[in-house]
Each structure stands twice: as structure tokens, then as C-alpha cells.
């Protein structure tokens, strides 16, 4: 079981973050953590059962707004679950990230730290509507490392107005030579209900940059493990965005988090007052084998974990066969991966239409 914690609030809202997410609710951060615990004692004794928590992952909004104390009784309440050697991530903005803060909350028990630097151009993280600039990431990743945190992600956004090539190389030499094994980049989308929403001019829709940043991480050792994601060792990979794309169960806390279990997914409330007025009041939706099948095909060919061919009929094999004659796609142990994590919507639809 994976268990994924959600922290709304921000110091600034960026242009393109569709996330669920408050800069005007910072009064209500105690309140809110309370909440958490609530609906976190809830699911535990619901839907852990007997499991063990595998994974941890604090996401927003903004996780280092809030003080790492806060979370202490967050971590008292998981602690008994937790497998041995569990990872736990937290997301953390390089503005709030303070040493203080990164010191906390590896105290507690955090063990890798997500930066979501998406820039060290400034003139970019302005445009971007960021609240830090290009030192201030370089000294928050800076402090992680000598605090003792040996896993740290940077998170990079390209495909934005101005954007090049020469521009983005710059991004990955500095984490590179910054000694950080892994990254995640992310092509913008336009998100209904975000300031760059039907902007289109702020978007560079260039399938040929994408090939030629994936080159590029590739010669400086970042093996790209998912269309997104890039790391120098296994040892660095994200085990807890492995297990999404396994297809693994997992505890949604938080407002507009989202929980899976077996055949259904739940979602606590999306308004915060709400939320905290009643953690626990979730809506529910149902899925059919179909579904299921759908989003193992679509996870697993997006990554390298792959699809096992079990899951498939007759026509579809017949399919994966011609795609297999192609070279698009290729066999190991009963499961297919994909060459190609650009194409694999378009493959897995091939597949299943």
C-alpha cells in the first residue's frame, strides 16, 4: 500500500498549476493538519488492514509551507505501518525550504526531498509566476545534501515560451553538476482553471526538443525510467511512483487527494473548509475490469515496468505481434515494454481500440 499526503497551501500560485492548491488560507494550517490526522486514522483502519504502508509521498500545493512540527503527530500515527527502509518523499519549494525546515523534517523520518525548482533562469521563473529564484534553489539543494539527504529530485518544466534547447541544457548541467540523480521533466500543459489556460502562445508544442533533452540526459547518465522521470541509479528511482504505475493500492489524504483501492477510487472533499469540517465524507467511483485493464496498459507502456500479456485477448495479441514485427514495442518474460515512452498513448491505444 502506498500513501500519498496533501498539502494545499502555496506562497504564490503558479500560471500553469491546476493543483488544489491556497494562497490565501494559511489561517486555517493548524485546523487542517488535524484534519489530515482524522481522515489518515480513518483510511488506516479501513483500508490498511494488515498491510504495511510501502511508500510515502507528501505532495501539493507547497509541503514546506507548513512547519515541520506540524507533521509530527502525522508521523507518530504512520510510524507502526511503515515497511522497513520505507520511502518518503516531500515536496518542497526552494523559497520555504529552509535549512531549519529540511533538518525537521529528515528528523522525522523523510528520506528523499523533491525540489520544484522548474527553472534556474530567473527571467523564466518569473514568467512562471514562481516564488524563488535561481540562488535560492541552488542553496536549498545545497543545504539538503550537507543535512545528510542522499536522494533528491529537481523537477524542470520545458516547452515554455523562449524555451530552447541551449536554454534547458543549462537547467541540466547545473543539477548534474550539482551531484543530484534524478530528475523530473515536465512538458507545460494547459490546465482548464490556470492563468495560462487558453494562452496557447505561452505553450511550444516541439516533439523534436523532447528527443533532443532525452538524448541529452541520457549522455549525462539520467536513464529515463518513465516519460518523465530520469535517474542516474535504481537505487534513485521513485518507488512510490513505481507503485502508481504497478497499478498498486494507495491512501489518498487530504483535500483533493485521491485514494485507490482495489475496484474503486475515493476523493475527500475538495473545498478545504469543507475538508476539514468532515475529512472523511469521500465520494466514490466504481471501476470496471475494463477500466482497470485501460490504465495498466497506459501505466505500464509509459514506463519501464511494462504490461503483462496476460491481460489481453486474442485480437489485442494479434496486434502486439504486428508491433513486436515493428520494433515499436518489445518481449521479456511474458510482459511488453516500450521502446518509445513519447508514443506509448498512441501505442496502448492501437492495442485496445
Request: charged share 25%; net charge neutral.
Amino acid at each position: 500500500m502506498l500513501l500519498y499526503i496533501h498539502i494545499p497551501f502555496c506562497d504564490s500560485k503558479c500560471f500553469y498549476c491546476a493543483f488544489n492548491s491556497y494562497v490565501d488560507r494559511f489561517h486555517l494550517k493548524q485546523t487542517y493538519m488535524k484534519a489530515l490526522e482524522k481522515q489518515l486514522l480513518y483510511d488506516i483502519k479501513h483500508y490498511l488492514k494488515d498491510k504495511k504502508i510501502e511508500t510515502v509521498f507528501i505532495g501539493g500545493g507547497t509541503p514546506s509551507c507548513v512547519d515541520y512540527n506540524e507533521y509530527k503527530n502525522i508521523f507518530k500515527i504512520i510510524s507502526p505501518y511503515l515497511k522497513e527502509n520505507c520511502e518518503i518523499t516531500s515536496e518542497a519549494n526552494p523559497n520555504s525550504a529552509t535549512k531549519e525546515w529540511l533538518s525537521g523534517m529528515k528528523d522525522l523520518g523523510v528520506n528523499r526531498i523533491s525540489f520544484g525548482v522548474q527553472s534556474f533562469n530567473d527571467k523564466k521563473l518569473k514568467y512562471l509566476n514562481r516564488a524563488h529564484n535561481s540562488n535560492s534553489a541552488i542553496n536549498a539543494i545545497q543545504n539538503a545534501k550537507c543535512i545528510g539527504f542522499n536522494s533528491i529530485n529537481c523537477d524542470i518544466i520545458y516547452g515554455v515560451q523562449g524555451d530552447s534547447f541551449e536554454k534547458l541544457k543549462l537547467d541540466f548541467d547545473i543539477i548534474n553538476e550539482l551531484n543530484i540523480d534524478h530528475i523530473s521533466a515536465y512538458s507545460l500543459t494547459l490546465e482548464e482553471g490556470t492563468k495560462f489556460y487558453n494562452k496557447s502562445k505561452v505553450k511550444i508544442d516541439d516533439e523534436e526538443l523532447s528527443y533532443e533533452l532525452f538524448n541529452y540526459l541520457n549522455n549525462l547518465g539520467y536513464k529515463q525510467y518513465e516519460i518523465s522521470n530520469f535517474s542516474k541509479s535504481k537505487t534513485t528511482q521513485s518507488n512510490h511512483n513505481f507503485g502508481y504505475w504497478e497499478y498498486k493500492n494507495y491512501l489518498g489524504v487530504g483535500t483533493g487527494a485521491v485514494g485507490c483501492i482495489d475496484n474503486f477510487r475515493y476523493y475527500p472533499n475538495k473545498s478545504i473548509e469543507k475538508y476539514i469540517e468532515n475529512p472523511i465524507s469521500y465520494e466514490k467511483e466504481y471501476m470496471d475490469n475494463l477500466d482497470i485493464k485501460t490504465e495498466k496498459v497506459l501505466l505500464g507502456l509509459r514506463s519501464t515496468v511494462g504490461t503483462d500479456l496476460n491481460l489481453f485477448n486474442k485480437k489485442e495479441l494479434e496486434k502486439i505481434e504486428i508491433l513486436l514485427n515493428e520494433n515499436k514495442i518489445f518481449k521479456k518474460e511474458n510482459r511488453i515494454y516500450n521502446y518509445n515512452f513519447l508514443l506509448a498513448d498512441e501505442i496502448s491505444l492501437y492495442i485496445l481500440d
